[in-house]
């Protein structure tokens, strides 16, 4: 069983839809939760981040941790076309000396359309 | 300020050759990662450094892969011989030095990845 599992899509939207994307994990070490956005061809992007459980705000991202579930999620409101991408989850326990090693999820492939 | 950049992008090889990757990080940047990204599956931790130093190479594959990092500036990433299970994406990235407060502080910054395909 993966420590991080993300349905990989894709995933199709009309503009200005709100966007759901999850991720369950499995591993109770975990303590940051990071979201990375790739373009295609690109390297992956940090979005948002939280510690711990809670939630996030950013413009029209907003990231949640319930840490009782193992569950991640990143909504978009007001969806662009410019946010067509793959959408990682990643995360990592305390940093111990392990540095930033982090877990990715699959990805999701979100395309927006006009 | 200049991103961490990888060369080359792209890279075909066959079988039983030599492949050498190069990651330029962030000038600053004492941690240095390799990822890799096998076609379908997630991107996958290979290994870390901090300046030139290995602090965990746990998911480095196998002994056909060896990694350095000189005087703790670029580092490399050579396969050798290649595999064919060895092509995907090859990312590198590069953070602040460890132990500083918030996730922030400690950001991955990713470079372009270098698509290797050995056939």
């Known amino acids: 069983q993966k420590e991080v599992e993300q349905d990989p899509g894709p995933l199709s939207v009309p503009e200005g839809a709100i966007v759901s994307l999850n991720c369950t994990y499995s591993?109770?070490?975990?303590?940051?939760f990071m979201w990375y956005r790739q373009y295609s061809r690109k390297g992956p992007e940090l979005l948002m981040y939280?510690?711990?459980?809670g939630n996030k705000e950013d413009g029209r991202f907003t990231a949640q941790v319930d840490k009782s579930s193992k569950y991640i999620s990143l909504f978009i409101r007001d969806s662009q076309p410019s946010d067509s991408a793959t959408y990682l989850c990643a995360m990592r326990g305390l940093i111990t000396g392990g540095g930033n090693k982090l877990t990715f999820g699959t990805g999701t492939q979100l395309k927006v359309e006009l | 300020e200049a991103g961490v950049t990888q060369f080359p992008s792209h890279s075909v090889i066959e079988k039983g050759q030599t492949v050498t990757l190069r990651c330029d990080p962030i000038s600053g940047h004492d941690n240095l990662y390799w990822y890799r990204r096998v076609m379908g599956k997630e991107i996958k931790f290979l290994l870390h450094?901090?300046?030139?130093?290995?602090?965990?190479e746990s998911g480095m594959p196998n002994n056909r892969f060896l990694a350095e990092r000189t005087g703790g500036t670029y580092s490399t990433l050579k396969v050798q011989p290649a595999e064919l299970e060895d092509s995907g994406v090859y990312f590198c990235?590069?953070?602040?030095?460890?132990?500083?407060?918030?996730?922030?502080?400690?950001?991955?910054?990713f470079g372009q990845g270098t698509r290797l395909t050995v056939v």
């Open positions: 939280t510690y711990s459980s």
């Open positions: 450094f901090v300046k030139e130093s290995k602090q965990d």
């Open positions: 591993n109770s070490a975990f303590q940051y």
């Open positions: 990235a590069s953070s602040l030095k460890e132990g500083a407060r918030g996730a922030y502080n400690t950001e991955a910054f």
